[in-house]
C-alpha cells in the first residue's frame, strides 16, 4: 500500500463510513441532544489537530456548539488541567495512542464529563478511555503521512453535526460527498505536470479561511512532512495582519477558495496578490474567477457546499504534495525523521 494508492481510497471510505457508522452517529447524536453539554472541549494532535480546526467551524456554525480546543500540556506536565464542567470532552486520534490526548478524557472522566473518542482503532486506549466511540473504519494505513484516515475524521465530525441537526436536506448533501471525492481525483494527472513547476521551491504560505482554515494547515503539514518545504498556514484574515509584507514578485501563496461565505474576501486578497504585489498563486477552488488568478489552477466539482469544501479540498492539497514530493527526488512512502505514530506527553 503507498501513499498515492491511499489517497484514491478516500471515495469508498467515505461511502463505507455513510453507510455503516451513520445509525451509531445517530445513537451518540441523541445522548449529547440529551446531555445538552455547555460546550464541547476538543483534544487532538497533528493531522487530527487540523480535523479539530473543522469541528471548531461546523459544530458551532450548524450545532450552535462553542468548541475549545484543549492544550493537553496542561493535563500532562503542567498537572493543572481546567475546569471542564458542562463539558462534552472529544478526543480525535487516529492510533488512539497518544498519551496527552488520553490524559484529556481520562481527567474528563474524572471530572465528571462524558467522553467522546473519534478513532481509528476503537480498541485503543483513547477507546477505553471513551463513553461513545465513532469508528472511521479507514483501515491500515501504511503511509507516513495521513489522508484517508484525516478526512474519515472529517467524514465523522460532518455526521454528527448533521445527526445533531436531524435536517435530511444536510444528509443529502452529505450523501453525495463520496462522489465529489471520486470527481477531485481526475485532478491526478494534471497535477503530476504542474507540480513540476515548483520543484525548487522552499517556502510558501498557505491561506484559507473559515470552514478551510483547517484545509490551509492540513495542506501545510503535507508539504512539510512529506516535500520539506516551509510551508506556513493562515487564514486569510491573519494574513493580512502583517504576513503578507514578506510577498514579493513570485512569492508563491497556495490558497484554498471555493464559494461560500468568505469567498468574497478571499478573491479580493487573491486579487491584491496577484494584480499589485505579483505572488505566485496556486489555488484550489470551484470558481472561475479565482482559478483564472492562478497561475496553477485546481478546480473542484462544482456545487459542493461550503460545509463540505474542506473534505474535497484537501484532497487535490494531497495530490499536489504527492507529486511535488516525487519531483523534488523524494520519497513520499518514507519521509525523514517522522514515523506513523507519534506519542507524546
Same mark, same amino acid.
Given at each position: 500500500m503507498t501513499l498515492h494508492t491511499e489517497i484514491f481510497e478516500q471515495p469508498h471510505i467515505m461511502r463505507d463510513l455513510l453507510d455503516r457508522q451513520m445509525d451509531n452517529v445517530r445513537r451518540i447524536a441523541e445522548v449529547i441532544q440529551s446531555l445538552a453539554p455547555g460546550y464541547i472541549f476538543l483534544a487532538a494532535r497533528g493531522t487530527s489537530d487540523n480535523a479539530g480546526r473543522y469541528a471548531n467551524y461546523l459544530w458551532g456554525s450548524m450545532n450552535g456548539l462553542p468548541v475549545a480546543l484543549a492544550a493537553p500540556s496542561l493535563f500532562t506536565m503542567y498537572s493543572q488541567p481546567p475546569?471542564?464542567?458542562?463539558?462534552?470532552?472529544?478526543?480525535?486520534?487516529?492510533?488512539?495512542?497518544?498519551?496527552?490526548?488520553i490524559s484529556v478524557l481520562k481527567e474528563g472522566h474524572r471530572q465528571g464529563c462524558r467522553c467522546l473518542a473519534i478513532t481509528n482503532a476503537p480498541d485503543s486506549a483513547l477507546g477505553q478511555a471513551a463513553d461513545y466511540i465513532i469508528d472511521i473504519q479507514a483501515g491500515t494505513e501504511t503511509a507516513v503521512a495521513a489522508t484517508k484516515t484525516y478526512t474519515a475524521e472529517l467524514m465523522a465530525i460532518a455526521m454528527l453535526a448533521v445527526a445533531l441537526r436531524k435536517d435530511d436536506t444536510l444528509f443529502g448533501e452529505l450523501n453525495r460527498t463520496p462522489d465529489w471525492a471520486a470527481q477531485? /481525483?481526475? &485532478?491526478?494527472?494534471?497535477?503530476?505536470?504542474?507540480? !513540476?513547476? *515548483?520543484?525548487?521551491?522552499?517556502?510558501c504560505a498557505v491561506i484559507g479561511?473559515?470552514?478551510?482554515?483547517?484545509?490551509?494547515?492540513?495542506?501545510? /503539514?503535507? &508539504?512539510?512532512?512529506?516535500?520539506?518545504?516551509?510551508? !506556513?498556514? *493562515?487564514s486569510t484574515a491573519d494574513f493580512l495582519h502583517g504576513p503578507v509584507a514578506m510577498v514579493e514578485r513570485g512569492f508563491p501563496v497556495l490558497a484554498v477558495a471555493p464559494a461560500g461565505m468568505v469567498y468574497k474576501d478571499v478573491l479580493s486578497l487573491l486579487r491584491?496578490?496577484?494584480?499589485?504585489?505579483?505572488?505566485?498563486?496556486?489555488?484550489?477552488?470551484?470558481?472561475?474567477?479565482?482559478?483564472?488568478?492562478?497561475?496553477?489552477?485546481?478546480?473542484?466539482?462544482?456545487?459542493?457546499?461550503?460545509?463540505?469544501?474542506?473534505?474535497?479540498?484537501?484532497?487535490a492539497g494531497q495530490m499536489f504534495a504527492y507529486h511535488l514530493t516525487r519531483a523534488r527526488g523524494l520519497d513520499p512512502d518514507q519521509p525523514r525523521t517522522i514515523h506513523k505514530v507519534t506519542e507524546t506527553r
Open positions: 475546569s471542564l464542567r458542562e463539558a462534552l470532552v472529544v478526543g480525535i486520534s487516529q492510533s488512539g495512542q497518544s498519551p496527552d490526548i477531485a /481525483l481526475e &485532478l491526478d494527472a494534471s497535477l503530476a505536470g504542474s507540480s !513540476e513547476r *515548483y520543484r525548487f521551491m522552499s517556502h479561511r473559515g470552514y478551510n482554515y483547517a484545509t490551509a494547515f492540513e495542506w501545510s /503539514l503535507k &508539504l512539510k512532512e512529506l516535500a520539506y518545504i516551509v510551508a !506556513e498556514p *493562515y491584491r496578490l496577484r494584480g499589485e504585489l505579483l505572488a505566485e498563486l496556486v489555488v484550489i477552488s470551484d470558481q472561475e474567477e479565482a482559478l483564472n488568478l492562478a497561475q496553477t489552477p485546481m478546480p473542484l466539482p462544482r456545487g459542493i457546499p461550503e460545509w463540505l469544501s474542506p473534505l474535497i479540498g484537501i484532497i
